[in-house]
């Protein structure tokens, strides 16, 4: 079993599909009010599953929801 729940994962997608210029992970977890250790697991399982991905600006680092083609999300 996943260490994140669903229920925190799809808070943290519904946060970025929202977001289209993309969040630090910072922004996501002041949005999502989740500790930091939870949001960067389930950002690994979303690059991981290629529905993210991540733009380096200088030291910080923007998660922008990736859509796909064929999908309807």
Do not use: F, H, P, Q
């Amino acid at each position: 079993m996943d260490k994140i729940g669903d229920k925190a994962l799809n808070k943290i997608v519904s946060i970025l599909k929202n977001n289209s210029d993309g969040l630090t992970i910072t922004d996501i977890v002041e949005k999502a009010n989740l500790n930091r250790s939870s949001v960067r697991t389930a950002l690994a399982k979303l690059e991981g599953a290629n529905k993210i991905s991540i733009r380096k600006i200088g030291m910080a680092k923007v998660y922008i929801w990736t859509k796909k083609g064929g999908e309807n999300e």
